[in-house]
């Protein structure tokens, strides 16, 4: 019985450790000068509004825009259950905020984080440019930080969306699961 709580307790420890590594690297802005802000997709409402996770992140691609961080912002999702296009929504959404449209590329193809590194990393390479600003909530961006370099994006600096929210212990907890994913996924 004692070995059993013992490694109950051992294992506890090593999850709670690696929660807390995530949530300081998260909650830990990297920003400079960029090529792109890579904006990553969230849920759409169904009435074609971003929901407030995607609103923040949106807040904070447009923010650092407005600071000239970068010329170029890249909107990236997928279409959702509620059936809205998480890129086109994301763009209307920015363009209503005052960003300049010419300056908003979309993937629509972004379906998921390895998916908007893949086609952030294609951007790039077709517009001869090297580094990206990834903008998501803080317990996505050691994962998208990951799966950018693992897409061949070797300049990747992070900015986190000022969003908190109880369904964060949620998605923390798969965070969890999904970074080791992520890290050994070819």
């Known amino acids: 019985?004692?070995?059993?709580?013992?490694?109950?307790?051992?294992?506890?420890?090593?999850?709670?450790?690696?929660?807390?590594?995530?949530?300081?690297?998260?909650?830990?802005?990297?920003?400079?000068?960029?090529?792109?802000?890579?904006?990553?997709?969230?849920?759409?409402?169904?009435?074609?509004?971003p929901s407030p996770r995607l609103k923040s992140r949106l807040d904070r691609g447009a923010s650092l825009y407005t600071q000239g961080t970068s010329k170029r912002i890249l909107v990236s999702g997928g279409t959702g259950v509620e059936g809205y296009d998480e890129a086109v929504?994301?763009?209307?959404?920015?363009?209503?905020?005052?960003?300049?449209?010419?300056?908003?590329?979309?993937?629509?193809?972004?379906?998921?984080?390895?998916?908007t590194a893949k086609n952030t990393a294609a951007y790039l390479e077709s517009n001869n440019l090297r580094s990206a600003l990834a903008v998501s909530n803080y317990y996505h961006l050691p994962r998208t930080r990951l799966a950018f370099g693992r897409a061949g994006i070797?300049?990747?600096?992070t900015a986190h969306a000022n969003h908190f929210e109880l369904r964060d212990v949620y998605s923390i907890a798969r965070e969890l699961i999904a970074y080791p994913y992520y890290f050994f996924r070819n």
């Open 154 to 157: 070797d300049t990747v600096y």
């Open 1 to 49: 019985m004692r070995l059993l709580v013992k490694l109950f307790l051992g294992i506890c420890f090593i999850v709670a450790a690696a929660a807390g590594i995530l949530l300081v690297d998260g909650l830990t802005d990297n920003i400079a000068q960029s090529d792109v802000i890579v904006i990553l997709g969230n849920k759409v409402e169904v009435d074609g509004t």
């Open 89 to 115: 929504a994301m763009r209307n959404y920015l363009v209503a905020q005052g960003i300049p449209s010419a300056a908003i590329t979309t993937d629509s193809q972004g379906v998921d984080s390895f998916a």
